[in-house]
């Protein structure tokens, strides 16, 4: 049986060469390698790229953390998830070349990945940071194709540092000497130390706002670069952060040699689930014939910002939250922009995740921020109470990517 390190998070990059390294170094053998770091929007920007560069006929392995329903969706290979049985020899593999040396559960699968990567024909490997960058048991390729850097704000202070200024160096940790990034719009402090290490790196930067932008007019979005103007329908991803989303996206489909094309499928294409994704069938749903049905997984307060702007844009409906958090995050700072925009917030438990805040703590919570509160046991328990009330509202379960793959599962 494998040692798990005693730490689920323990950054630093020594116990993932050393397992590379007896596995023969297949981080070496991988398709161009295009990196993601950021706080917010890394999958849904990955996401984009995929669609983009699959439109045009590439074969495109990806890897992405956490997984919603069944860990298997991590690992994309030439587009198609890793199959169990696959997964599980590629894991017994690895845990045989660990040879009982202590690991995180991040890491082997991480290197679980990349040998299932290197071991198939691929045109892109989309790789996407777990937590950070600098120290990210994905940081291992020396020369990637492109790195990108989405937005960057406060989030996992114990290990990132409490500043902006520190977490924005963490994320830089992915640039490479001389390999261009493409950085997302980012607050002075962060854009900074981005720019410092890319010069420092000899990397050529594509900086929203200075080489690139994008913007919703008239309905679609419009994006422009020094090599033209593109206009295009809106993101099929729901809420105005997407419009930022898809404008990294373009900017790496572009540095890429790609057409105007790509960047539509980017736009129209992508899939991401738990990302304002509506609920339209299964048994949650079907419990609630008359009402809207959304789930997001955002947990931070650029998170909480994000889904406060979408909700914003929608047609006026009586809106409830079904919200469930982790007791890392901050979670006053997550609601205090949905305040404005909810009649009340239902708080639960996360099943099954050790560290879930109580219902009744994160309903205080709620209340501090300004919203009207109560606590339920379960989603379906706070649903049957709102539709109850309001057979029409719009609800929202939020506040967790744990709590939202739990609620696809359950909704099948």
């Known amino acids: 049986m494998m040692t798990f390190h005693p730490k689920v998070i323990d950054l630093t990059l020594t116990r993932v060469h050393r397992l590379l390294a007896a596995l023969g170094h297949p981080e070496t053998r991988l398709p161009p390698v295009i990196h993601l770091a950021g706080t917010n929007g890394k999958g849904s920007t990955q996401a984009m790229i995929r669609a983009g560069l699959e439109a045009g006929g590439a074969r ?30 590629l894991l017994d593999e690895c845990v045989a070349a660990n040879g009982g040396e202590e690991i995180t559960f991040f890491e082997i699968t991480t290197c679980a990945a ?173 419990s609630a014939p008359g009402a809207e049905l959304w789930l997001d997984g955002g947990h931070n307060p650029a998170g909480g910002e994000a889904v406060a702007a979408t909700l914003a844009r929608m047609p006026a409906r009586e809106t409830h939250l079904i919200c469930g958090m982790l007791n890392t995050k901050d979670v006053k700072g997550y609601m205090r922009p949905l305040a404005a925009h909810a009649a009340k917030l239902w708080a639960v438990p996360i099943p099954g995740e050790p560290n879930t805040l109580p219902a009744e703590t994160t309903r205080d919570a709620a209340r501090a921020a300004g919203l ?41």
């Open 60 to 89: 495109v392995h990806a890897y992405t953390s956490p997984h919603l329903a069944r860990f298997h969706e991590r690992i994309r290979l030439a587009g198609d998830l890793i199959a169990e049985p696959a997964l599980a020899a």
């Open 114 to 286: 990349l040998l299932a990567f290197s071991r198939i024909p691929a045109d892109f490997t989309l790789l996407e940071v777990g937590l950070g960058g600098r120290l990210d048991a994905t940081n291992v390729v020396e020369k990637p194709r492109l790195t990108i850097i989405t937005p960057v704000s406060i989030d996992h202070q114990q290990y990132l540092g409490e500043t902006l200024a520190e977490i924005a160096g963490e994320k830089a940790g992915i640039i490479k000497r001389g390999v261009p990034c493409v950085v997302g719009p980012q607050e002075p402090e962060g854009l900074a130390v981005i720019e410092a290490k890319a010069a420092r790196l000899g990397a050529p930067l594509w900086v929203h706002g200075q080489h690139w932008s994008v913007s919703e007019e008239r309905g679609r979005l419009v994006y422009q670069d020094e090599n033209g103007l593109l206009d295009l329908p809106l993101p099929n991803l729901p809420g105005p952060h997407q419009i930022q989303n898809a404008g990294a996206a373009i900017a790496a489909l572009r540095l890429l040699g790609r057409d105007e094309a790509a960047a539509e499928a980017a736009v129209t294409r992508a899939v991401w689930p738990a990302r304002m994704q509506r609920l339209r069938r299964g048994p949650l749903a079907d």
């Open 372 to 412: 009207q509160a109560e606590a339920a046991g379960s989603v379906a328990e706070a649903l049957a109470r709102i539709v109850a009330i309001t057979p029409q509202a719009r609800v929202l379960i939020c506040g967790s990517l744990y709590l939202a793959g739990q609620v696809l599962k359950e909704n099948g």
